[in-house]
């Protein structure tokens, strides 16, 4: 009887792992279809790199990348592409900014802009804002363009959303933020098709 059971045990040990062994493989193949499916873009405003300094230690034959570049040195980064809204690269802008941004992308994408984004003399924007999101299908994501200054502090940026059902195309988005210091309003909103 004791070796029906340890032959059970080790049984159920086998079957347990050979399941998270799979279960394994699943997720890296899906998220190798998911990285492979991003069209991805050096970024053009870094030029190329040289090689990256480095310093010998002694006792060995490895070499060691020394971990801080010196000025003007940056090595080249990659970003993904993203249709209509180009190489979503955010770096040069501040955290305070992009936070703004991101709610008001989340606000969209909940169907829901509130009136605390947009400055009193535009009070009418969440309304006719609302009004045309309410009218589409489930939104599940929305994905921003990399902010472009129109004029001295005002932004436009491009939004992309995308519907539950896939098959159902939706309108993009612009936007137009003016920042003042760190005060931040949404001052436009055009739905293109």
Request: cysteine-free.
């Amino acid at each position: 009887m004791n070796i029906h059971k340890r032959l059970n045990s080790a049984l159920i040990i086998v079957i347990l792992s050979s399941l998270m062994v799979s279960g394994e493989t699943v997720a890296r193949q899906r998220i190798e279809q998911h990285l492979l499916s991003i069209e991805w873009e050096e970024n053009s405003l870094l030029g190329a790199h040289g090689t990256v300094p480095s310093i010998s230690m002694t006792g060995g034959t490895e070499t060691f990348p020394i971990t801080q570049h010196p000025e003007g040195n940056m090595l080249p980064t990659i970003y993904p592409r993203y249709k209509n809204l180009g190489v979503l690269d955010y770096s040069g802008f501040d955290e305070p900014f992009m936070t703004f941004i991101d709610k008001v992308t989340q606000s969209l994408r909940q169907k829901n802009l509130s009136v605390e984004y947009v400055p009193q003399t535009h009070l009418f924007l969440p309304v006719i804002a609302n009004y045309r999101l309410q009218k589409l299908p489930e939104i599940t994501e929305v994905r921003f363009s990399r902010p472009v200054m129109v004029d001295d502090n005002t932004y436009s940026i491009l939004l992309t959303m995308t519907a539950a059902d896939t098959d159902t195309e939706l309108p993009d988005i612009e936007i137009e933020v003016v920042r003042k210091e760190d005060l931040f309003e949404l001052v436009a909103i055009k739905f293109r098709k």
